[in-house]
Every structure is written in C-alpha cells, then in structure tokens.
C-alpha cells in the first residue's frame, strides 16, 4: 500500500513539473539549497499558462508621461561651409538632440528649471516652464511658424579668432558657428550649441554681456542642459 502511493505520487509530480514547457529545470541544486535550479528566463505560469497576478516577465515596466510630441521631435536642415567631417559631426549632434528631447529627464530638467527659488527661467518671454517645454517641442520659429515637431536649422561654419561661438541674427534663420570652437567640440558640444542659437529662432533671447543670470536665461539654460545630457550618447 505504501509502494502504491509513493508511485502515484511521483507520477503527480512529474506532471506538474512539465506543466510549464518553457520552463527548464536543471539536476543541480542551487547552492547552499537542496531545490532544483530554475533556469532564469523562467516565468511561473498557473495552470491556464498565464503569468500569475504580480509575477514579474521582462522586467520592471518603468512609467514615463513624455508626450508623443517629444518622440516624434526632428530636425531639417542645411549645410553651408560643411566638409565630409564636419556633417558627420553636427548629424550626430542633432541625433543626440533628438533622443534628449525624447528623454524623461529632459523633460523633467526643463520643467522644473528654477532661478532663485521660484521654477522660471530669466528672459522667459513671459512663459512659464511649462509653456516654454511645450513650445520646444512644438518647433514653431518666428520666421517659419507652424507647429511640426522640428528644428528648421540653416548652418554656417564661418571662423574667427574671436571668442564668439555662434550667432544668429533675428530677422533670418541661419546660424553661424565659428569652426575655432566647433573643430574642437565633442558631439555634445556642438549639440548644445546648435539647441542655444535654435531657441532664439523660438523667440528667446538674453542678456549680451556675462552675469551669473544671463545663465538662466532660456537659450543658455538649454544649452547647457542639451551638452550635459548629451555626454550619455556619444
């Protein structure tokens, strides 16, 4: 009677251990255990096949509340004074602006921007921070208004021996960067560069001489934030 038993219960058992057949068990114990090791892209399933309620898959699911506007940011442009090295150089820096914009974190950078202790950017053109995100990502410049998602870019490489690292003037599109900085600029560099003279195209401006404020205006602030977040794709 005891015999009997002990074979239907061996037989129970090895039905239940091949209800999952994309579940590999190994012979081995798992150390300091006497359990069989489960091969690890091994998910528990119930009888029906489906993962049980709160049962990790893939991974954790990480919440993100970018819009769509932000994934789907993109730029045209054009190219004056460009050699073979230099247009690989600024693509990539549009391409590494693209997947900031993309990022939660820009998003989040660029919300919660705070000059003194209040969220606000100097030279803000009266927008909050929240308007100011939005209107990046809807690329409307003043000179080609028209909500779609893209930096309309026009770039020049002039050079000088000056300390000026770009500029642009408010009645066209082009920008002008001097290749003094831009030969000697990381992708990210550039990208920062490239996001500072674009906002003016938005309607931003700043002061024209140095102070610690003029840091906070929007063109710099963004600037700064598109070299620093930009270091991470390069």
């Not at 990022?103 to 921070?129: A, C, I, W």
């Not at 929240?130 to 930096?151: F, R």
């Not at 906070?216 to 934030?225: F, K």
Request: with cysteine; aromatic share 12%; hydrophobic share 35%.
């Amino acid at each position: 009677m005891t015999k009997s038993i002990f074979i239907i219960g061996l037989l129970f058992l090895l039905v239940s251990c091949n209800q999952n057949p994309n579940c590999q068990n190994t012979d081995k114990p798992l150390p300091n255990t006497a359990a069989p090791a489960v091969a690890a892209n091994c998910t528990p399933t119930d009888s029906t096949g489906t993962p049980p309620v709160g049962t990790p898959t893939d991974g954790p699911s990480i919440p993100s509340d970018v819009p769509e506007e932000a994934k789907i940011f993109d730029a045209n442009f054009t190219l004056t004074n460009f050699d073979i090295n230099d247009e690989a150089k600024v693509t990539r820096a549009i391409a590494i602006i693209k997947k900031i914009v993309a990022s939660q974190e820009f998003k989040n950078r660029v919300l919660n921007f705070s000059y003194g202790s209040t969220k606000t950017y100097v030279d803000n053109g009266g927008f909050t921070n929240a308007e100011i995100y939005q209107k990046l990502l809807d690329g409307s410049e003043e000179l080609v208004p028209g909500i779609d998602h893209q930096m309309d870019l026009d770039l020049e490489l002039y050079y000088s021996s000056r300390s000026t690292v770009g500029y642009t003037y408010a009645d066209g599109l082009r920008i002008w960067m001097n290749t003094k900085f831009f030969d000697a600029y990381t992708p990210a560099e550039v990208a920062g560069n490239v996001f500072h003279e674009w906002t003016h195209k938005l309607g931003f401006t700043h002061a024209s001489s140095y102070s610690l404020s003029r840091d906070s205006s929007v063109p710099y602030a963004l600037g700064y934030l598109v070299e620093e977040l930009g270091k991470q794709y390069e």
